[in-house]
C-alpha cells in the first residue's frame, strides 16, 4: 500500500447499493478481510444525532472497524457535496499513510461522483439567498423552477427541497439553468477507482425496507426526532430531507397518526431506493453484484473480492 494522497490509488474501494441492501455489512466484512478502514458515503450520517433514521454504525460496528465522517456537523450546519468532497480526500490520504485500505461506502451517488470525477463548475453556496429560498413556499419555488429550468423541473423529486433550493440558487447566481451546470461534469472519471454495487431481487428488497423501518420506530426514532428538533433540525431543511424524520415531523404536528407515518416512511424509503438504483445504473461505473435473500456479508464481500481480483491480507 502506497501513500498516495489520489483517489485514483489502486487501493480505493468503492461499495455502493440502494437502501437496506446490505452494503454497510458488507463494508465491515470487507474492512476486516483486507486491512481497510470505512469512508461514509451518505449525505445525511454526517449530522451528529440523526442516527436511527440514518441506520448509521453502531458503537459495536465503529469498534470493529474505524469509520470516518460520521458525526461531521451540528445538525443546524449546511453541509453540501463540495465539503464532503474535501473531508473525504482528508480520511482517504490518512489511511493510506497509514497503510491501510479506504473503502468508501454509502447510498450518495453525488458522492460518489464529486470524489471520483471532480466537482462541476456551478457556483459555492450563498448562505443569504439560500436563507431567502428556504423561507419561500415549495409551491412558488417550483414554479419559479418550472418556468427557468423546464429540463431540471422534469426529472427532478420535487419533494426534495434541498436540491430544489440549490437548482433556483445556481439559476439566480448564474442566470443559466441548473441544467446546462450540471452537463458540465466530465463524462470519464479522472480518478479511477473500483466501484461496485449490490441489488436484490425486489420482493427482497422492499421486505428489509419493511423490516429496517419497524426496527427503527421501534427503537426510538419518533424521540429522536423529538430531541434534533429541539437542536435545531427544524432550521435545516437539508437535514430533514433525510427519509423518516421529514415525515415524523409532520406526525409531530399532528398531520399523521404514527401508524400511517409508518406506512408513509416504508413507500417513501422504496421509491428511494429505486431512485438510488436509477441513478448507479445510468451516472456510475458500478459493476453489479446481486445478493441473494440469504446469502451472508462474508459471502458477498468474498464475492466482491472474487470479482475484483484482490486476495486476503494476512
Known amino acids: 500500500m502506497t501513500g498516495s494522497t489520489s483517489p485514483a490509488d489502486p487501493g480505493l474501494l468503492c461499495l455502493a447499493g440502494p437502501t437496506a441492501s446490505g452494503k454497510s455489512a458488507v463494508a465491515l466484512c470487507l474492512a476486516e478481510q483486507v486491512g481497510g ?25 465503529r469498534a470493529r472497524v474505524p469509520h470516518h465522517l460520521l458525526d461531521v456537523v451540528d445538525v443546524r450546519e449546511w453541509f453540501d457535496a463540495a465539503r464532503w468532497c474535501a473531508l473525504a480526500r482528508a480520511a482517504v490520504r490518512d489511511i493510506q499513510q497509514r497503510g491501510r485500505r479506504p473503502i468508501l461506502c454509502g447510498g450518495t451517488g453525488l458522492y460518489f461522483r ?6 462541476g463548475k456551478a457556483p459555492p453556496a450563498d448562505p443569504a439567498l439560500r436563507a431567502e429560498l428556504a423561507a419561500t413556499p415549495l409551491e412558488n419555488l417550483l414554479q419559479e423552477l418550472a418556468v427557468n429550468d423546464p429540463a431540471t423541473y422534469a426529472r427532478m423529486d420535487r419533494q426534495n427541497l434541498r436540491r430544489v433550493i440549490r437548482a433556483l440558487e445556481v439559476q439566480r447566481l448564474t442566470g443559466r439553468p441548473f441544467s446546462e451546470q450540471q452537463a ?25 425496507i419493511e423490516m429496517r423501518v419497524d426496527r427503527m420506530f421501534a427503537d426510538g426514532l ?16 437539508t437535514a430533514q430531507q433525510a427519509i423518516g424524520y421529514r415525515q415524523i415531523i409532520e406526525h409531530l404536528r399532528g398531520d399523521r397518526g404514527l401508524a400511517e407515518t409508518i406506512t408513509l416512511v416504508k413507500a417513501r424509503t422504496r421509491q428511494f431506493a429505486r431512485r438510488q438504483r436509477t441513478w448507479l445504473r445510468h451516472q456510475s461505473p458500478a459493476r453489479w453484484l446481486v445478493v441473494g435473500v440469504d446469502e451472508a ?18
Request: proline residues 8%.
Open 37 to 61: 478502514e470505512i469512508v461514509s458515503v451518505d449525505s445525511m450520517q454526517v449530522y451528529r444525532g440523526l442516527n436511527l433514521g440514518t441506520a448509521k454504525p453502531t458503537a459495536a460496528e
Open 114 to 119: 464529486a470524489l471520483l470525477e471532480g466537482l
Open 184 to 208: 458540465c461534469w466530465r463524462t470519464a472519471p479522472v480518478n479511477p477507482a473500483p466501484m461496485f454495487a449490490l441489488d436484490r431481487a425486489s420482493e427482497d428488497l422492499h421486505a428489509r
Open 222 to 237: 419518533v424521540e429522536e426526532t423529538r430531541v434534533m428538533l429541539a437542536d435545531g433540525l427544524g432550521e435545516n431543511p
Open 297 to 314: 456479508p462474508e459471502v458477498t464481500a468474498d464475492r466482491l473480492l472474487a470479482a475484483l481480483g484482490s486476495p486476503r491480507s494476512g
